[in-house]
């Protein structure tokens, strides 16, 4: 048996304590005592305080005492609890297209299970599922040949894991999360961070691998002039005239680009734009810090890059089956830019198709520690606090005070016996 | 005569001797020198012949030698009858059960009495009990065995006033035994009286070491005379008690002997022979 609110069993406790020294505390005339000076005491009341060995209504104190540990119990809010073990876990798979292997995440799941903690799989892609029994979960999955949808959403399988958090919680001392998941940037939405404050302890991440780029599976259509200064940055990346999956615009878009991304493909329009200026742009782990233009920022669209004040540099936005980037990145006539590998990695980011599957950003390593968090796994009552419901012995313990309240009158005015 | 629980207290006081403050006026022959001269054969002084003297008293030796007439004059010894009053107000019985004070003042009314009938004084005695209980002075052998027997018959009880009876002696000596807790004003100016008539008054104030220092606990204390009287006793007033009965103790001290009464305190915890010594002792007037 625990207590919802174990304070009330501390103040019944005082209170009974109290009743008790009251109960002891007599106030009565003092011993009579046969004085031939008397007359010289000072007059005063003839009643004085002194302590009893024993109290002098026994049931009148019982009556109390009972009222005030029943009252102080009925408020504790007793609530039956199973037998806890010391720890529990939840594991988050990640089921989307982002892992390079589902079998190696099949395997790492498997090695957590073998240790013998109490373990719960949610597997999640854009949705979460809990596994009603983790290894036969997993011999379904390793044999089904359906892999989950190219987006995974860590919000969700947070959500879930709360939710399951409150069972294993209930069984448990502490439950540990695990999230095995390659974290990309896709997986990440706005949501993520208010989401993860609702779990109270940290979560451990088993990281996989990635898809790794398919800049060998995909083409660009080069549509640049030769002295263009992005030309050098994307020295990596293959290019044909056609078929091709990406299409670079370095000027307006036409209505062949819309048809293009409409048919599947990624058109990035990446105007020569702004004034050059030092700045710093991040994308992914990957920072450059040189003379760059600095363009309207996008306004619509997902943000794939930023400046560093955080102001968007580069968004993309789905239409029709492709999608549309804008980058808004002013490249410098001169100096070495083009050949830092740090800014041919963001290039080639740039000029990846939209489809994320294809083409997984993993998260930095920034965002991946503030979603790991810090501290001891979270204690079972943090989480099963919300589902607990008083035992149904709450009433009783009220009617038994309710009752001992009114006998309390009855016991009370019963005529008392005299003190010596 | 059975002396009972007294009998080691007349063996502690035999051999002491109580002189008389003062000459005594009495015409009895006895121990304490008189007022009076006589013709006894302790010669005291000459004094020249006024008419109305004795011829017989004339030295006609001296008369011959000096031509001169001369009274020879001796000094005579009288009796000094003696009267113990006793308190045996209800405050005497204190503490109860053992009654130390009303105990102590038997042993020392019976102590004085046996020291005077010793010098051959008459001694009488009065009880001031509720009935009030009175033995006249007397001087014969078995005077002070019928103290005793009328002393131990008395319980004291209720109030009785001593002043009454004090004035109401006609004895140059009298003894006063009591805790003065009754109608000491009165006594006082009964004793200032006799005093003014020449007579002598002791005083004996006796008081029990609990009432100094009543007992720790909180305590409902009851005066036994006036029962209506009930004060409670505690750390809050045990401090105030003592000062105002010490100060009343002082008070009273010094009031009788102001009043020319010889005054002496004594706790019940004296033994009741060194306290007769003590009363005897101080007779000479050192008591003042």
Same mark, same amino acid.
């Given at each position: 048996?625990?207590?919802i609110?174990?304070?009330a069993?501390v103040?019944g406790?005082?209170?009974?304590?109290?009743?008790?020294?009251?109960?002891?505390?007599?106030?009565?005339?003092?011993?009579?005592?046969?004085?031939?000076?008397?007359?010289f005491?000072?007059?005063?009341?003839a009643?004085?305080?002194?302590?009893?060995?024993?109290?002098r209504?026994l049931?009148l104190?019982?009556?109390?005492?009972?009222?005030?540990?029943?009252a102080?119990?009925?408020?504790?809010q007793?609530?039956?609890?199973?037998?806890?073990?010391p720890?529990?876990?939840?594991?988050?798979?990640?089921r989307?297209?982002?892992?390079?292997?589902?079998?190696?995440?099949?395997?790492?799941?498997r090695?957590?299970?073998?240790d013998?903690v109490?373990?719960?799989?949610?597997?999640?892609?854009?949705a979460?599922?809990?596994?009603a029994?983790?290894?036969k979960?997993?011999?379904?999955l390793?044999?089904?040949a359906v892999r989950?949808s190219?987006?995974?959403?860590?919000?969700?399988?947070?959500?879930?894991?709360?939710?399951?958090?409150?069972?294993a919680?209930?069984?448990?001392?502490?439950?540990?999360?695990?999230?095995?998941s390659?974290?990309t940037?896709?997986?990440?939405?706005?949501?993520?961070d208010?989401?993860?404050?609702?779990?109270?302890?940290?979560?451990?991440?088993?990281r996989?691998?990635?898809?790794p780029?398919?800049n060998?599976?995909?083409t660009?259509?080069?549509?640049?002039?030769?002295d263009d200064?992005?030309?050098?940055?994307m020295?990596?990346?293959?290019?044909a005239a056609?078929p091709?999956s990406?299409?670079?615009?370095?000027?307006?878009?036409?209505?062949a680009?819309?048809?293009?991304?409409r048919?599947?493909?990624t058109?990035?329009?990446?105007?020569t734009?702004?004034?050059?200026?030092?700045?710093?742009?991040?994308?992914?782990?990957d920072?450059?810090?040189?003379?760059?233009?600095?363009?309207?920022?996008p306004?619509?669209?997902?943000?794939?890059?930023?400046?560093?004040?955080?102001?968007?540099?580069?968004r993309?936005e789905?239409?029709?089956?492709?999608?549309?980037?804008t980058v808004?990145?002013?490249?410098?006539l001169?100096?070495?830019l083009?050949l830092?590998?740090?800014?041919?990695?963001v290039v080639?980011?740039m000029l990846?198709?939209?489809?994320?599957?294809?083409?997984?950003?993993?998260?930095?390593?920034?965002?991946?520690?503030?979603?790991a968090?810090?501290?001891?796994?979270?204690?079972?009552?943090?989480l099963?606090?919300g589902a607990?419901e008083?035992a149904?012995?709450?009433?009783?313990?009220?009617?038994i005070?309710?009752?001992?309240?009114l006998?309390?009158?009855?016991v009370?005015?019963?005529?008392?016996?005299?003190?010596? | 005569?059975t &002396?009972?629980p007294?009998? /080691? +207290?007349?063996?502690a *006081?035999?051999g002491?001797r109580? #002189?008389? @403050?003062r000459? %005594?006026?009495g015409a009895?022959?006895?121990?304490?020198?008189s007022r009076?001269r006589g013709?006894?054969?302790?010669f005291?002084?000459?004094?020249?012949?006024?008419?109305?003297d004795?011829?017989?008293r004339?030295?006609?030796?001296?008369?011959?030698?000096?031509?001169?007439?001369f009274?020879?004059?001796t000094?005579?010894?009288?009796?000094?009858?003696?009267?113990?009053?006793v308190?045996?107000?209800?405050?005497?019985a204190?503490?109860?059960?053992t009654?130390?004070?009303?105990?102590?003042?038997?042993?020392v009314?019976?102590?004085?009495a046996?020291?005077?009938?010793a010098d051959?004084?008459?001694?009488g005695?009065?009880?001031?009990?509720?009935?009030?209980?009175?033995?006249?002075?007397?001087?014969?052998?078995?005077?002070? &065995?019928?103290?005793?027997? /009328? +002393?131990?018959?008395v *319980?004291p009880?209720?109030?009785? #006033?001593? @002043?009454?009876? %004090?004035?109401?002696?006609r004895?140059?000596?009298?003894?006063v035994v009591?805790d003065?807790?009754?109608?000491?004003?009165?006594?006082?100016?009964?004793?200032?009286l006799?005093?003014?008539?020449?007579?002598e008054?002791?005083?004996?104030?006796?008081?029990a070491?609990?009432?100094?220092?009543p007992p720790?606990?909180?305590?409902?204390?009851?005066?036994p005379?006036q029962?209506t009287?009930?004060?409670?006793l505690?750390?809050?007033?045990?401090?105030?008690?003592?000062?105002?009965?010490?100060a009343?103790l002082?008070a009273?001290a010094?009031a009788?002997r102001?009043a020319?009464?010889?005054y002496?305190?004594?706790?019940?915890?004296e033994p009741?022979?060194?306290?007769?010594?003590?009363?005897?002792?101080?007779?000479?007037?050192?008591?003042r």
């Open positions: 048996v625990s207590f609110a174990p304070w069993l103040v406790g005082v209170a009974a304590a109290g009743t008790v020294l009251l109960h002891l505390l007599v106030r009565q005339r003092p011993a009579a005592y046969v004085l031939p000076t008397a007359r005491i000072v007059e005063r009341p009643l004085v305080s002194r302590f009893a060995t024993r109290p209504d049931l104190l019982a009556v109390r005492v009972l009222l005030l540990i029943s102080a119990v009925a408020f504790a007793p609530v039956l609890v199973p037998r806890h073990a720890r529990a876990r939840l594991v988050l798979l990640d989307s297209a982002a892992p390079a292997s589902e079998a190696d995440a099949l395997a790492r799941v090695m957590l299970l073998s013998g109490p373990t719960r799989v949610i597997a999640f892609d854009s979460a599922t809990v596994l029994d983790a290894v979960g997993l011999d379904s390793g044999r089904s989950g190219a987006h995974g959403s860590i919000a969700a399988a947070l959500v879930a894991a709360r939710r399951a958090g409150a069972d919680g209930t069984n448990a001392d502490s439950v540990e999360l695990v999230l095995v390659p974290v940037v896709a997986e990440l939405d706005p949501s993520i208010s989401v993860r404050a609702q779990w109270p302890g940290p979560l451990s991440i088993v996989l691998a990635a898809r780029p398919s060998r599976a995909w660009l259509e080069r549509a640049i002039a030769a200064p992005l030309g050098p940055a020295s990596g990346v293959r290019a056609s091709s990406v299409r670079l615009r370095r000027d307006s878009l036409t209505s680009d819309s048809a293009f991304a048919g599947g493909g058109v990035v329009r990446w105007d734009t702004g004034a050059i200026a030092p700045a710093a742009l991040a994308m992914g782990d920072v450059v810090v040189a003379a760059l233009g600095r363009g309207p920022p306004e619509r669209g997902r943000v794939i890059a930023r400046w560093a004040a955080g102001v968007p540099a580069a993309e789905g239409i029709g089956a492709g999608c549309i980037r808004a990145v002013g490249l410098p001169v100096g070495d083009a830092r590998p740090a800014f041919q990695r080639r980011g990846a198709p939209c489809d994320a599957g294809d083409a997984p950003t993993p998260a930095d390593s920034a965002m991946v520690a503030r979603l968090g810090h501290g001891a796994a979270a204690p079972g009552v943090a099963s606090a607990s008083p149904p012995i709450v009433p009783w313990l009220l009617a005070a309710l009752a001992c309240a006998t309390e009158l009855i009370r005015a019963r005529p008392m016996p005299k003190a010596t | 005569m &002396a009972g007294y009998g /080691a +207290l007349l063996d *006081v035999r002491v109580w #002189p008389a @403050a000459r %005594v006026a009895t022959l006895g121990a304490h020198p009076l013709n006894s054969s302790e005291s002084e000459f004094r020249p012949y006024r008419q109305g004795d011829p017989r004339v030295d006609w030796r001296l008369l011959a030698r000096s031509d001169r007439a009274v020879r004059l000094t005579d010894l009288a009796t000094l009858p003696t009267a113990i009053v308190d045996a107000s209800a405050s005497m204190f503490p109860p059960p009654m130390d004070k009303w105990t102590r003042a038997k042993e009314a019976v102590g004085l046996a020291v005077a009938h051959g004084d008459p001694v005695l009065t009880i001031a009990a509720e009935t009030p209980v009175t033995l006249a002075p007397r001087a014969r052998r078995s005077v002070i &065995a019928e103290m005793m027997r /009328a +002393l131990d018959g *319980v009880a209720a109030n009785a #006033p001593l @002043a009454a009876l %004090v004035s109401a002696l004895v140059p000596r009298v003894v009591s003065l807790l009754g109608d000491a004003d009165a006594l006082l100016a009964a004793g200032r006799r005093i003014a008539a020449g007579g008054v002791i005083v004996v104030h006796l008081v070491p609990e009432e100094l220092n720790g606990e909180a305590l409902l204390a009851v005066d005379e029962p009287l009930r004060r409670t505690d750390g809050g007033t045990r401090a105030e008690y003592v000062r105002a009965f010490g009343w002082d009273t010094s009788f102001a020319g009464l010889r002496l305190r004594a706790e019940t915890s009741a022979a060194h306290l007769v010594r003590r009363v005897a002792g101080e007779a000479g007037g050192g008591g």
